[in-house]
């Protein structure tokens, strides 16, 4: 096989006879290319992470009527690196009475919770860091370690407000993992496997057309598991001075930055991935694994961009509105959703493709009119409670 | 080539530690850490049971996944009446709780 | 000694000095944390024994939830930010003569059981532990029974932590 058409096996083998001509054992050999590929992938998810600040800063500054950076190197390019330089020689402060040790590792956990959740994402066919079968689950296990590293660089810093930003925080996330964790189940009914290269791989009808509401409060959720706006209440500066990373100055201060950046693209691939069709583009993939990992950035950054497009658009939302709204919303509407798809999976299953499709996506519609038209009661008898009933007489008094 | 008998001294040692954690500590919260400690003992055995004898027979995971749900909802129980009794007599030291009521 | 023994050594040896330093430590949160590191040395463990859904379940709900739970609960208990003193009680040395009692005593049971030395046979090809976990939690003939219980219990759980839990104002 040639080089171009399965690179890493082609890689793999070379440096397998380069090692054991060495006279290493072929197990150490193994081990010792296994960490090369994962360094490999680090440092190419690294790379990605700065350009995503640059990316980041001119979509920012594009929907806000201004052009962003633009002096340093052309479009302004060489930016992050400029930042990231700055960073790295900023003074590394520790707050008087911090416990050193928790301080030290949070950001470090933090950034580890982002880059563990690569070993799962289907980069092309059969190229994947590890085919667990329990892909699905994994998700929700780096997004635990996520929130373990929040409360402890909150808590570490000794701080007031780091400490509540982090509880708040920490309450968002957990909550709102519930939803997000019966989304991840549609696809694994529909695909039959909790593995992405397996959903990937089933997905010849992109599960969008099958569950378009299932994408949409995955989306939400996730947003929320970020801690991205309009759920960013733990870092807002008018309220918390940013939250759990007050604390924390130059490179610590980075990671917790970049991590955040490079979670929120990592989530844009996964919901591509679950719902999206992954690096498949009408067997665009089948050609080159080269053309398939373009399809899943490409997909990626797409999923980044709506991340962003509702980061800059919508307001913050308060703490409490933030959870009402997912428990008395959201995590009922997701488990009606859940079995509404699991029974119309079960109902329609030998039925042929075009009533399948349009039988799950009208349940999808239906389900999420009746949920806004409860939702709209809801909220009209809450504001009749404040305001009083709209007179009628009123309004034709004009 | 791991041998039973490792896995099996592995969950007793973690178990001992467990119990001496709760017979030897003084804070309340700290009793319900070494609980959890005996708990994944537990499960450990249970799993390793599983893996070295049948591994068509799920019985040892299920019963292992039941310990999960039983030990979350024993520990969020058993801190909420941590939390409640703190707020009452401000102290979660275990000794010094010794009141039923005055 | 191969590999694997010596991978599982490392691992026990992590997840019981973790254990360690949870039940003797005297700063809270650190025992709390020292907890987390020992429940994540667990999951490794039951990866080693192919249960690989176990090991995240266990990072699930144990790290993720249980654990933040614990610094929950040990931040909200606090009286003040001061060290507390040595957190042992009055009748340590007895808890202690019981837990190497225990672990004696078990040590020697196992010494009597011939199944002892045993290692794993492999795993039939084509068996997922996962799917088949899944169709037994599901089926009247296996164990839908006790996982249904087990979400009656756990629905009980949050109703009653919460009521118990609410500041009545």
Same mark, same amino acid.
């Given at each position: 096989m040639s080089f171009w058409n399965d690179p890493l096996k082609v890689a793999a083998d070379w440096l397998l006879g380069i090692f054991t001509g060495w006279g290493m054992p072929e197990i150490a050999a193994n081990i010792l290319i296994g960490f090369l590929g994962v360094l490999l992938l680090i440092s190419v998810l690294m790379v990605l992470d700065i350009f995503l600040v640059w990316v980041e800063r001119k979509v920012v500054a594009r929907f806000q009527d201004r052009l962003g950076p633009n002096r340093v190197g052309p479009f302004g390019l060489i930016q992050p690196f400029a930042d990231i330089i700055k960073l790295i020689i900023k003074e590394d402060t520790t707050p008087g009475g911090a416990d050193k040790v928790v301080y030290n590792i949070a950001p470090m956990l933090s950034?580890?919770?982002?880059? @563990?959740?690569?070993?799962?994402? +289907?980069?092309? +066919?059969?190229?994947?860091?590890?085919?667990?079968?329990?892909?699905?689950?994994?998700? @929700?296990?780096?997004?635990?370690?996520?929130?373990?590293?929040? @409360?402890?660089?909150?808590?570490?810093?000794?701080?007031?407000?780091?400490?509540?930003?982090?509880?708040?925080?920490?309450?968002?996330?957990v909550s709102f993992e519930v939803p997000m964790l019966t989304m991840l189940l549609i696809p694994t009914i529909f695909a039959g496997s909790m593995g992405m290269g397996a959903i990937t791989e089933a997905q010849d009808i992109w599960y969008v057309f099958l569950a378009p509401l299932g994408a949409v409060i995955f989306l939400i959720a996730a947003i929320a598991e970020l801690g991205r706006a309009p759920f960013d209440m733990a870092e807002g500066e008018s309220e918390l001075v940013s939250g759990y990373n007050i604390e924390y100055s130059g490179m610590k201060f980075g990671m917790f930055y970049a991590g955040e950046l490079l979670h929120a693209f990592t989530f844009g691939g996964f919901w591509s991935i679950l719902f999206f069709g992954g690096y498949r583009f009408f067997g665009l993939e089948q050609v080159n694994p080269v053309l398939a990992i373009a399809v899943i950035v490409f997909k990626a950054m797409l999923g980044y961009w709506i991340i962003m497009w509702v980061k800059y658009t919508l307001l913050r939302i308060r703490i409490d509105h933030m959870l009402a709204f997912n428990w008395k919303f959201l995590t009922p509407l997701g488990f009606t959703l859940l079995m509404m798809t699991a029974l119309m999976n079960a109902l329609l299953a030998g039925t042929p493709t075009w009533l399948y499709i349009s039988g799950m996506f009208l349940s999808n519609v239906v389900i999420a009119w009746v949920a806004l038209e409860i939702a709209r009661s809801v909220s009209r008898r809450e504001r009749e409670k404040v305001e009083g009933p709209k007179q009628v007489v009123e309004a034709i008094h004009h | 080539m791991v041998p039973l008998s490792w896995y099996l001294i592995f969950a007793a040692a973690l178990f001992s530690m467990g119990l001496f954690g709760v017979l030897s500590r003084r804070n309340a919260v700290a009793i319900l850490l070494g609980i959890e400690l005996m708990l994944n003992a537990v499960n450990i055995n249970l799993a390793a049971f599983w893996r070295y004898g049948n591994v068509m027979d799920m019985a040892g995971q299920v019963f292992a996944i039941i310990v999960f749900a039983v030990a979350a909802a024993e520990v969020s129980v058993g801190l909420a009446l941590v939390i409640s009794v703190y707020r009452r007599r401000n102290t979660v030291v275990a000794d010094e709780i010794d009141m039923m009521k005055w | 000694m191969t590999g694997e023994q010596i991978v599982f050594l490392v691992v026990a040896l992590f997840t019981l000095g973790s254990g360690f330093m949870v039940v003797t430590t005297r700063n809270l949160v650190h025992a709390a944390l020292w907890l987390v590191s020992t429940l994540f040395g667990v999951a490794v463990a039951y990866t080693l024994l192919d249960a690989a859904f176990l090991a995240v379940v266990q990072v699930v709900v144990y790290i993720g939830a249980i654990a933040i739970l614990f610094i929950f609960a040990v931040m909200l208990t606090r009286k003040d930010l001061l060290d507390q003193g040595p957190q042992m009680n009055k009748n340590w040395w007895f808890g202690a003569l019981l837990a190497v009692s225990t672990f004696g005593g078990l040590y020697f049971l196992l010494q009597g059981w011939d199944g002892l030395s045993k290692t794993a046979t492999a795993i039939p090809v084509g068996f997922d532990a996962v799917t088949e976990l899944g169709t037994e939690l599901v089926s009247p003939a296996a164990y839908v029974l006790p996982f249904e219980v087990a979400s009656v219990l756990l629905v009980a759980a949050l109703v009653g932590a919460v009521y118990v839990a609410f500041n009545k104002k």
């Open positions: 950034m580890m919770s982002v880059l @563990i959740l690569w070993a799962v994402v +289907p980069l092309a +066919p059969k190229m994947l860091g590890v085919d667990l079968n329990i892909g699905a689950l994994y998700i @929700i296990a780096s997004g635990a370690i996520g929130t373990l590293s929040i @409360i402890m660089a909150g808590w570490s810093s000794n701080n007031k407000f780091a400490l509540i930003g982090a509880f708040r925080q920490v309450a968002v996330m | - | -």
